[in-house]
């Protein structure tokens, strides 16, 4: 069996790359349903007032990236959570090197109830 192809990436791309994660929220929806990003990227750009650059990516099943042209709106996503997506929670963290995603605690949500 052939070895796949080594691919070698200059320094400037992998700065690049890491900058616009950066500005990235990693989230997984809390429900049986399946949820597909298309569907996801326009509901979620209207719900939170159309972000520059917002872009959803599927990582896992259920499990997404939602990168933003500009930090600012990522905190103010983040700080306006927890947000509901057809009946299905989604608990949203800040994107963060090295972090796998399976690591996080994202199997619950933060309610804050004003009384």
């Known amino acids: 069996m052939a070895e796949p192809p080594l691919i070698i990436y200059d320094e400037e791309d992998i700065m690049e790359?890491?900058?616009?994660?950066?500005?990235?929220?990693?989230?997984?929806?809390?429900?049986?349903?399946?949820?597909?990003?298309?569907?996801?990227?326009?509901?979620?750009?209207?719900?939170?007032?159309?972000?520059?650059?917002?872009?959803?990516?599927?990582?896992?099943e259920k499990k997404f990236q939602f990168r933003f042209d500009e930090v600012r709106d990522a905190e103010r996503v983040l700080r306006g959570s927890p947000w509901i997506f057809r009946n299905a929670w989604l608990s949203l963290h800040r994107w963060e090197r090295?972090?796998?995603?399976?690591?996080?605690?994202?199997?619950?949500?933060?309610?804050?109830?004003?009384?």
């Open 17 to 60: 790359g890491l900058e616009q994660c950066s500005h990235s929220l990693v989230g997984v929806f809390l429900t049986e349903k399946p949820i597909h990003a298309n569907s996801l990227q326009n509901a979620l750009a209207g719900i939170w007032c159309n972000p520059k650059g917002l872009k959803v990516e599927e990582i896992r």
């Open 98 to 115: 090295g972090q796998e995603i399976e690591d996080l605690s994202l199997s619950t949500v933060q309610l804050k109830i004003q009384i």
